[in-house]
């Protein structure tokens, strides 16, 4: 059986990945796709609208054959150490190939634009360096820096989200010396960034949120931007638990942590660097909502998301001691299980011997450091909640096995 | 002018309260009584039921001429340290007298109880340590190794909660050289473990906060144990903030923190002890109240209220560094006027230019590592509102000047 990865959110799953999946079982002819899929916090720093299980069903629902949960240790990352994690993943379950949307839509320039990074890595980490020290933030630094570089007229614009993503995907394959095959599907229809509703039927994953969250918007608006699957998962999350997860829900959290503890306690959670923790109390007091302290605390040199992120670490407690295994080697230590497809499980039967990685079916039943980031993650994502259900979701994160779906009987 | 210091909670002003200034005054001849009063949270290490100012209000209503808060880094301790917090404040602002309430109600048996304890310290001492090892906590133990003790059958009962108060003040005016002049008061009415409301129209704190605490218990049950001012003042807080804090409001931040930190990020925090992290981390995730986590952590090692401590340290984020120098030198840093009546205005303007201490009026022209502890308490205090409430809760603690009340034309 030939197995591709994708690498996702799902946050939520629309049309788009509808299409990414499509395409990939298309071009590589898969029989099994297997999806590394973040679990409650998100790349850019943020809650997941709705919890893994919900997401995995949308997923296993859109064409995905198995789902595994992507640590939080890379899932809250900048795209380097994200894309190390996920590739550690899908080469462990033993994926021939990957296959990753991007604005470029061409795998030649990518592989070219990584060999060329590899040759000129001094030279542009000086230039990064150097742009950073002018005050701009790192990924701006390494866009100019990219630019400045001669001979690489030709290769990718590396100021688009996703072929950053990509970049990182080809080079970590690189790095860690997988036989796996990257492939890329240029995307369509709306950018990452779009915030408004486009007419056509592929929005953002940015924009169907933006929508979900706002107030008086109904999840009729959205409708036509993805499967009739994740409508469903969307009611039925907002029947049983009554929100969707945004920052706004935990900035209480958020703002108690940063106001009980010091700068020095903040000093050793993650991304806390160049006192940043400092500038974070200082805005704290007088910010009433999580939008109102980001736009107190954001400047120049830091992004949006890699505010985000901070706060994220702050809110899950993460220090700089628990993600230094990640940072020297960014690379998976389990697989976490989240669902499959009965194709999936006939997959997982034939390679489960050779799984360089341990295959994690129930969260009580194993011990990992990284593992341990998942759990606090899980409680965080937890404690909006009022009681009894904030018990109840609890237990769901030790106690939900895989999910199982059966493509094959759906008409 | 002669000034007499008292210590208390008011938690709230009570009967037996204005009955303990009452003969304070009558006792000593005081002109202006001086009150060292808890701010946000109590030495059973629980939360005020009602805030600093509104319990301010009631004591100068009740008779009190100057309310100083006693900071958090005593307020929240042990007997003899938040004994040696409350001496020093009493003795900075030029106390001649204290009269401490007790069970006991002679004052010379505590001098001879101290005088004796000095002496026999080390025995003393050496009874307690072993005592502890058999399991028992250690008041329990302190009680049981002075029973050993020989020649102490003719002083005080140290096992009843005022006495012991009672010991430490006398024990710190001496430690401290203070010439402050200590007396007793027989308490009368009910005692300070009483959880039942007796018939007569003196109640214990405990047992009117029960009351007050207890969902359908009005306001009307407690009326005949509190002066009609406490009333008003409860009626004014319920009816404005919409609560009485108890622990209960607090579990969710709690729980928050514990499911967030590890075991080692919580051995930095002041009283946790010989593993006690473990046993917190291991019983949180399946207690729904504050109660059921209590009933489930306590042994036979470790009090209600050390256990309460512990928890109201884990939720302010209180370090072991941040108490160590208290517990090294358990003096007050400066004196924070809280309220004063007309003859409390008169006394500070004799006396403002003896005191030994600065007098701080206003939270945010004055800085001092014990005062970070205050504003973290009061931060947590507020946390349990929602917005605008928490917001307007934050700024009352750093923008309200010390109350003023006119004794002088109330009818």
Redesign the interface.
Known sequence: MKSVGVVVEYNPFHNGHLYHIEQTRKHTNADCIVAVMSGNFLQRGEPALLSKWYRTKMALQGGADIVIELPYAFATQKAEIFANGSISILDAIGCSEMCFGSEHGTIIDFNKTVSYMIENEETFNIKIKNTVKQGYSYPKAASLAYYELEGQESFLDLSRPNNILGYHYVKAIKDQQSSMKPTTIQRTGAGYHDVELPPENIASATSIRKALLEEEVSLETIKQFVPVTTSNELKKYLSEFQLLHSWEDYF??L??KL????AK?LENLYEMEEGLENRLISHI??S??FEEFMKKIKTKRYTWTRLQRACCHI???T?KQQMSTVKDNPKATYLRLLGMTVTGQRYLKTVKKDLSLPLVANLSSYNDPLL?LDK?AA??YS?IFP??IR?KV?KLEYSTPPIRYNEENVN
């Open positions: 209480s959290l703002k108690y106001m009980t503890l010091t306690d007091s007088n009433h909502t809110l899950t407690h220090t341990e606090k409680n965080t404690m009681e009894p018990s609890l």
